[in-house]
Structures are given as structure tokens and as C-alpha cells.
């Protein structure tokens, strides 16, 4: 196992499952393939044959072992079965309770289960039913946001809450480079979780106007006003596009993206969508339309994003850059 490895994995670096289908199988091979931790993420609807297949395509990428994420407050109990059948290396959970009895089922089937939280409660909760890892999540991430505190404090009371047992906390939100690494690590984290910045990467599979705006711009903002019919009562943090900063202030409270016009169209995981303005659906490779218009995405931390890269070098400079800085800065202390 190789520096700060955590689940068996070689590097604690998680790839956080980017939504709706940006983490495919090209990105989670190759992050997987550079020693860290890929997950997909499972479709927002029952379909295991289709699951089952974005698994093996994986598999055809790479030998190493990887994860699955799926979203507790959408349609799960199929697509869990297929994860659990196909007995990858983990199953991420999110935006919902963690209970004993599906922590059991995965661990009967070899796999393993980590959970991302954005409270003390939730993480406590999550120890409780015998989970393997935590992905903390603070406010600063990008997307949909599950809890209202920093990781600078957050991180710190999960890992006292841990204590002595055997499960690594990862800390996400806002964590773009070597320097996010080694602070996590300070606080007491295990490992990092990063979106946006494997978002802008050769292999994800987010529309290159949405990758070229990650470099460009440099603000975000923590909104409700996307996807309010699809996911209600699930805020995000979204980059403050030309649009964004145009537009956030002029949707009433209670309006939905229903009464919105449609602004483009888009295939995610095999299916073709409409996407109306104020849609939470980020724009992948097939979207066509208004891509401007469409929801961006992205953590605090969007304004360090310089280039594109490829996720393996992403990997590669995290885990030496945070050598460096602690040899060359923290050693002899």
C-alpha cells in the first residue's frame, strides 16, 4: 500500500461521483489506473442491465478496483442489487440514512461501504451501522450540498467522533490541490474527495464549454434555485456564470424549472432528456442547445482549476506535491 493508502486503495485520493453521468467509465479507469479511488455514479432511475454494463465497461479499462456511487433520495433498491451482484470495491451513499441491514448485505457480498455526510449527527449515525470509511462533506463543495458547515471544523469533530476505530474520514469540499491535501490531512482527515477538480480533466465527460468555464472563472455561489421540482429541499453550489450572476435573483421562491422553457436536450446514461432553464442537470458531451444557460457546478476552491489535465496526472500531483510540502515544510517541526 503507497502514501496515505485507505481502503486498500494505494492513495486516499476519491473521486467524488460526478453527476448526471460525467464520471463514466474513462474517468474512473483512469484515476483507478493512477492509484486512487474512481467511483461511477449510478442513474437517478432503476436500471440494473445498464448498471451492470457501465460496470463491466470499467472493468475493461482497468484491473484495479474501484466504486459505485448511488443517491439515496432517487429510485436505488435494483441498482443496488446489481452493485452488490457485480461485488465492486465500494459502495458510495449519499442524501439519505445509512442503515445496518444494507451495510450487512454489501458486506456479505465483499463490498465495501462509505457514506458521505455533512453533520456530526449524520456521521455518528453512519458509525453506528458499521460503515467502513466517511466522505466529510463541508459547505464549501460543489453541487448538492448536504450540510451547512465548514470542513475546517467539521472534519476535525468526525475524526474525535471516530476516535480510535478503524474508519478513515475523507474530507471534501474545496479541496483542488496539494495544499487542500495536506490541510485536510492536518485536521485529521485520511484522504480528500475531489469534484470539481476532476471535472476539468481530458477524461471526464462534462461538455468542454462546461470544463473551459472552470478555468475561466473563478466564483461560486450556494443557490436552491436549480432543480427545485427533480430534487426538492436539495441546495448546490453552482460557478457564477454570466447567466448564473444574470438570472439568480429573478426566479421567484416557490417557481420550479417546470414553468421554464427548454433550453437544450441531452443523453445521460442512454436516455435522452430535455433540459429546461433552471434545470439541475449539468451539461455532459451530447447536450446541445443552450449550454451557457445550463447549471455549472463547482467547489470554492474552482478559482485554483488552471488547466485541463488528465485525471492521472491530477492523481500524480496531489500525492507528490503533498510529499513535498510535508518533507520541505512540516518535517523537523
Given amino acids: ?19 448526471p453521468d460525467i464520471s463514466g ?27 451492470r454494463e457501465l460496470i463491466r465497461r470499467t472493468r475493461s479499462l482497468t484491473n484495479k478496483p474501484f466504486g459505485v456511487a448511488v443517491v439515496l433520495a432517487f429510485p436505488h433498491e435494483e441498482n ?23 451495510v450487512h448485505k454489501a458486506h456479505v457480498a465483499g463490498v465495501k461501504v462509505v457514506p458521505q455526510v455533512g453533520s456530526v449527527d449524520a456521521a455518528e449515525k453512519a458509525i453506528n451501522a458499521g460503515v467502513d470509511a466517511i466522505i466529510v ?12 458547515d465548514a470542513i475546517m471544523t467539521l472534519v476535525p469533530r468526525v475524526t474525535d467522533l471516530v476516535g480510535d476505530r478503524d474508519i478513515p474520514v475523507i474530507a471534501a469540499g474545496g479541496v483542488m490541490d496539494a495544499r487542500g491535501y495536506v490541510a485536510a490531512l492536518a485536521l485529521g482527515a485520511q484522504g480528500v474527495c475531489l469534484g470539481t477538480r476532476f471535472l476539468a480533466t481530458e477524461e471526464s465527460y462534462a461538455h468542454p464549454t462546461y470544463k473551459k468555464k472552470l478555468v475561466e472563472l473563478d466564483k461560486t455561489e450556494h443557490t436552491d434555485v436549480f432543480g427545485r421540482a ?28 417546470l414553468s421554464q422553457p427548454i433550453i437544450g436536450r441531452s443523453t445521460i446514461h442512454g ?22 444557460s445550463m447549471a455549472m457546478y463547482a467547489g470554492q476552491g474552482v478559482g485554483l482549476v488552471r488547466e485541463i489535465l488528465p485525471a492521472g496526472e491530477v492523481v500524480k500531483r496531489l500525492v507528490e506535491g503533498a510529499q513535498r510540502l510535508i518533507l520541505l515544510k512540516f518535517s523537523g517541526m
Fill in 80 to 102: 443496488l442489487k446489481a452493485i452488490l451482484d457485480e461485488k465492486v470495491a465500494l459502495l458510495q451513499l449519499y442524501w439519505g440514512e445509512v442503515s445496518e441491514e444494507l
Fill in 137 to 148: 462533506q463541508g459547505h464549501e463543495a460543489g453541487g448538492h450540498v448536504i450540510g451547512q
Fill in 1 to 19: 500500500m503507497g502514501w496515505r493508502g485507505i481502503l486498500g486503495f494505494e492513495y486516499g485520493i476519491v473521486q467524488a461521483p460526478l453527476g
Fill in 25 to 51: 467509465p474513462e474517468l474512473v479507469a483512469a484515476v483507478a489506473n493512477a492509484g486512487g479511488i474512481g467511483l461511477l455514479r449510478a442513474p437517478d432511475w432503476e436500471c440494473p442491465e445498464y448498471l
Fill in 230 to 257: 427533480r430534487w426538492p429541499g436539495a441546495p448546490q453550489r453552482a460557478l457564477l456564470t454570466p447567466f448564473f450572476s444574470d438570472w439568480r435573483f429573478l426566479l421567484p421562491d416557490r417557481e420550479t424549472e
Fill in 271 to 292: 436516455m435522452e432528456k430535455e433540459i429546461r432553464r433552471f434545470a439541475g442537470t449539468v451539461p455532459n458531451r451530447t447536450t446541445t442547445g443552450d449550454i451557457e
